[in-house]
């Protein structure tokens, strides 16, 4: 019985010696399933970040893994026409120290007015805002129609705000700056009248911000409407994709037929958690995509 207490201490102390002198196995990473998206996550600062600072916007862009931002106008981070040239250098540089890429700036501005002297008020508006999308480094500037007013036929407000359109593309293409429409508006957000402004702007350097719309499903359904517009698709803008009123799936797979590989921005509301609002996200852009 003595021996056999005394070989089970021995067997015991080889075996604590063991431990101390075998060297430590390494501890694998986690894996990572994702799959990278051929297009790419941004956000609008409407209304999420609306109350963000630039450098807040960054961080939490980078800590949840958006890859860019579009800046909407009079909202916390600044970058408005009124910065001075310093300033807009400083915006630039924060960005190019940045791995957030500014996707464009997002304007309030509409071309559908019956006053033809507002018309050009607003349209000299824009152009001075796609001078600061130059100077902050901005490829593109976002405007929208806004509705149709009453006692004119839609044809020629149609015509009008295409027509004017064409006129900023040329300047933006002087300026290295495109025009991009969202698909915007009571009655103008319906997808024939998109394509109508569209074919009456006439110019590369303009096309559309998909923007998630339940007119989107309206007439000869998801379908016919995405194909009226594929050809000038520029951007898109998400809504909550937890909504399963709205095909966001045959949204992805019709992206993905074009051969879309820009932003897809998300559009949502606040919340008391954004970064974790902003984490879920990703991950349903990603899932739609059958990448996770």
Known sequence: ?????????????WGAGALVLSPPRAIAAPSRYAKPSTMKLGTVTYNLAKDWDLDTLLANCEKTKFEGV??????????????SKDERAAVKKKFANSPIELIA????????????AKLR????????????????????????PNGFPENVPKDKTLEQIGKSLHELAVFGQDHGVQLRLEVHGR????????????????HANVGVVWNCNSEDLAGEGFDANFRLVEHKMFQV???????????????????QRIGFTGYCCAEIGESSDPIRLM?????LFLTYQDLL
């Open 1 to 13: 019985m003595e021996l056999n207490r005394r070989t089970l201490l021995q067997t015991a102390a």
């Open 237 to 255: 803008h998400l809504k909550d994709l937890s909504d399963d009123g709205y095909p966001y799936r045959l949204l992805f797979q019709s992206l």
């Open 105 to 116: 700036l997002g304007s309030a501005f509409d071309y559908h007015t019956p006053d033809q």
């Open 70 to 83: 579009e800046l909407r106008t009079t909202h916390a981070h600044g970058v408005e026409v009124s910065l």
């Open 121 to 144: 008020q607003d349209i000299e508006a824009t152009k001075e805002y796609i001078l600061l999308a130059q100077d902050v480094g901005a490829p593109a500037v976002k405007v929208r």
């Open 187 to 202: 009655e103008t957000c319906q997808l024939p009248h998109m394509r109508s402004i569209m074919d009456f702007a006439d």
């Open 279 to 283: 984490q879920y996200y990703r991950a």
